[in-house]
């Protein structure tokens, strides 16, 4: 089981960025799919989570409004839209997925983790 992030990168504020997951190994078209992530001196934060079927997302405050989760099933991807980024955004971002609910993924963490991609934004 492999959770494969990319897309990260050095932006300006007020850029946009996409991130991708790519999962493998097995399909999780069953599970909460979401990301993760971790600002240099702090601790590791959630970001977003998506249900199953894409219906419904979770957002931590900070990003509401600017990022937007989203899913492939068929393709076992994960996206996270992330717009009029800050410089508060620079961290490196995990892709994670769980077979439990949202509650218990962003509470408890999630089951599988990918490596993290680092995003990096200048003011």
């Known amino acids: 089981v492999q959770l494969q992030a990319s897309g990260g990168g050095l932006v300006q504020a007020g850029d946009s960025l996409t991130l991708s997951c790519a999962a493998s190994g097995r399909s999780f078209s069953n599970d909460v799919m979401g990301w993760f992530r971790q600002a240099p001196g702090k601790e590791r934060e959630f970001v977003a989570s998506i249900s199953w079927s894409g219906g419904t997302a979770n957002y931590v405050d900070s990003v509401k409004g600017r990022f937007t989760i989203s899913r492939d099933n068929a393709k076992n991807m994960v996206y996270l839209q992330m717009n009029s980024l800050k410089p508060e955004d620079t961290a490196v971002y995990y892709c994670?997925?769980?077979?439990?609910?949202?509650?218990?993924?962003?509470?408890?963490?999630?089951?599988?983790w990918g490596q993290g991609t680092l995003v990096t934004v200048s003011s």
């Open positions: 994670a997925a769980d077979t439990r609910s949202f509650v218990e993924f962003r509470r408890d963490g999630p089951d599988y």
